[in-house]
T-cell receptor
């Protein structure tokens, strides 16, 4: 049971480049979400999904796109990377029962130069 | 909308001393509350959660937290600190969707253990 798998673990992008951060879970969780972690800011919600085909915006969605074509996968796309998107990104998943808590991946450290 | 405030970005205690990390929340609906721990260069691990079953919640590694509705607090405690407890701790709350719309996190408290 791998849990929540994020790839890549590290990435350096040039300003303006695009890329996709991958997230996959093998626990048949309905809920999935993406967060970014910045020093002194805690974790902030970017996008979330309550099931395949259903996504919505979180607190800081600008510059990011998501889709959820399967229960297992929830990729995060950066359309045109900016230095302000330098951060550590975490994907998380949960069962659709209130209060179960989220399982987190190990993160992707992204640097935009 | 909900929010979480963690008092103290850094807390330092001696090994063997009481650990107390403070968390206050605001929520327009009965909340689900969580404490997560993050070790350096790792993801977040769930320590414990409050889901209205009991106000005193016990978690892993000897941690516990008490939900106090009147104080809108969910402070994390451990009777005796160990060096391995040094980490970043996050308090989080889920919203009206019961977690469907993700979690709202506090800014975190870095716990330092002095030998």
């Amino acid at each position: 049971n791998a849990g929540v798998t994020q790839t890549p673990k590290f990435q350096v992008l040039k300003t303006g480049q695009s890329m996709t951060l991958q997230c996959a879970q093998d626990m048949n969780h309905e809920y999935m979400s993406w967060y970014r972690q910045d020093p002194g800011m805690g974790l902030r919600l970017i996008h979330y999904s309550v099931g395949a085909g259903i996504t919505d915006q979180g607190e800081v969605p600008n510059g990011y796109n998501v889709s959820r074509s399967t229960t297992e996968d929830f990729p995060l796309r950066l359309l045109s990377a900016a230095p302000s998107q330098t951060s550590v990104y975490f994907c998380a998943s949960s069962y659709s029962m209130a209060g179960r808590g989220y399982t987190f991946g190990s993160g992707t450290r992204l640097t935009v130069v | 909308a909900q929010s979480v405030t963690q008092l103290g970005s850094h807390v330092s205690v001696s090994e063997g001393a009481l650990v107390l990390l403070r968390c206050n929340y605001s929520s327009s609906v009965p909340p689900y509350l969580f404490w997560y721990v993050q070790y350096p260069n790792q993801g977040l691990q769930l320590l414990l959660k409050y889901t209205s079953a009991a106000t005193l919640v016990k978690g892993i590694n000897g941690f516990e937290a008490e939900f106090k509705k009147s104080e809108t607090s969910f402070h994390l405690t451990k009777p005796s600190a160990h060096m391995s407890d040094a980490a970043e701790y996050f308090c989080a709350v889920s919203g009206s969707g019961g977690g469907a719309d993700g979690l709202t996190f506090g800014k975190g408290t870095h716990l330092i253990i002095q030998p």
